[in-house]
């Protein structure tokens, strides 16, 4: 081997007449499989292939680690890191001749599974977002890095999917069935700096348009990976501004939700998973990707959008899409607004009691669709009488 | 085209095809060399394992399953291999266990098994 284990001895006896239990990856043989010892349950990983020599990393397991690792919640990684664990070296017939006792730590990086990497392919995430600062670790990530992360997730696919789906929209798709694009169910979290991974839903949890299988929506969910692969391909390209083809602003609208702020712990976001065609490929946003995107955006929205202040009434409103349609305005223009889903008690309330509202947000020029960022309430004739007096 | 008199009988099992298509496998040496195709048989490891596995190869159908393995086992080697087997490469047959594309290769007595394989990228 050319690496040697710098943790004390082990008695190598102890992994004499293990009984093999279960197989969970095999290639040429099995490389990470379960079995059972006079030191209980192990997890069995091979590590490394030299000279007539297997070298496993051993470590304590039980049958809850290992539906973690089969369902994808727990990598393989997190799964081997115990408070402790055995080195074992064996000849090539399995027989144990050399074994110590020491933590993950005690082996170099490359004799490890990779942080993050699941027991199977197809178990990989979806989506895995990922924010990278120092002192980003387990116990210490503040409350606002984690709604970045989701947030920033749930928005940009959001914001994509919306794209992708417009005509879909337009014929009657659901708005429910849409929204399992954008809402998906989390994997997993890890500490590695912080990093939320999302799965697709499961076939108990999709919800299908009539007549559609489950593999149209793997397809739908493709488009929305190359747009947004396309998107990041354009932040990160470092041509210079004046040679790089404009971007559509929905998609920087959704680069805008990922990439990292300018001040504060986090300091660049990476992005992988199966959504994107390069399956494995990561994505590094950093704060020079932020200026870039937030000059294009600001150029974009100074062409396409304005900022404006509406009233009407909401006569039409959509609570899985939440968005309403604003009629009977003062500016006797009918308004489609998307609203953030905190929004959606207050425009309920105005809905089901026809109060005027006033909502302000970006307009879209072309269109007149409004992103809206407030709602005030015009306040009714009874309040407006009791305030009076 | 035949297979080692040494194999156990009935191997390849009957149900195994004429090799076709492709097919990729992680390597250590690069260039890839006659080691990274040797079966556990020729290397003498795992002897209570299947005796017809044993004198097979480990093959992959998906790059992205390459680049998993790669990624789950880095130690193993970080050279990706595609190959497009014929007729003429052996039998192989669709083992998948826990791996949906894991199928195993039994090549003919004889035949360079590097030549099929070009390597498509390191990790």
Known sequence: MNWTVIAPQFDVESFQGISLEEILYEFDGPRIFTARSVMGELLFYLADEQDGLCRYIVAPTNASIIDLMKSGVRSVRDALNQPWVWFLDTQYDGNPVAAWKGTLADAPVDALPRPGVMLWPHLEPVFVLRAIGDGLGEGTVPASVIRQVVDGATTALKKIAGRVFQAARAQGRKANVIRQFYDLPMQGVAYNSFEIAFRLPGRKQLNLGAGEAPEELGSEFDEIGKLLEQALSWAIDAKPEEDNEPLDIDLLEALEKLVPPQTGIVKSVELRGRIFCAGHARYQLTRDTSKRVRRALGKARVSQERITKVTGLVRELDKDDPSFTLRETDDSKDHVCRFPQEFLDDVLEVFNTDQRVTISGRENIKNGEIDVSLVSREPSATESSSSAA | ?123
């Not at chain 2, 009988?9 to 060399?33: I, K, Y």
């Not at chain 2, 047959?93 to 498509?120: M, N, Q, S």
Request: aromatic share 8%; with cysteine; glycine share 8%.
């Open chain 2, 1 to 123: 085209m035949q297979f080692p008199e040494s194999w156990p009988p009935e191997c390849p099992p009957a149900n195994a095809q004429d090799a076709q298509g492709e097919c990729f496998r992680v390597v250590s040496n690069n260039p890839p060399g006659a080691d990274d195709f040797k079966s556990y048989s020729e290397l003498g490891a795992a002897p209570n394992a299947n005796p017809c596995k044993r004198v097979g190869l480990s093959l992959l159908r998906t790059l992205d399953d390459a680049i998993h393995q790669t990624e789950l086992f880095p130690k193993h080697g970080k050279l990706i291999c595609r190959g497009e087997l014929n007729s003429g490469h052996g039998k192989t047959l669709l083992t998948k266990g826990t791996l949906p594309t894991h199928t195993t290769w039994w090549p003919y007595e004889g035949i360079d098994r590097v030549a099929p394989f070009v390597c498509v990228g390191a990790q």
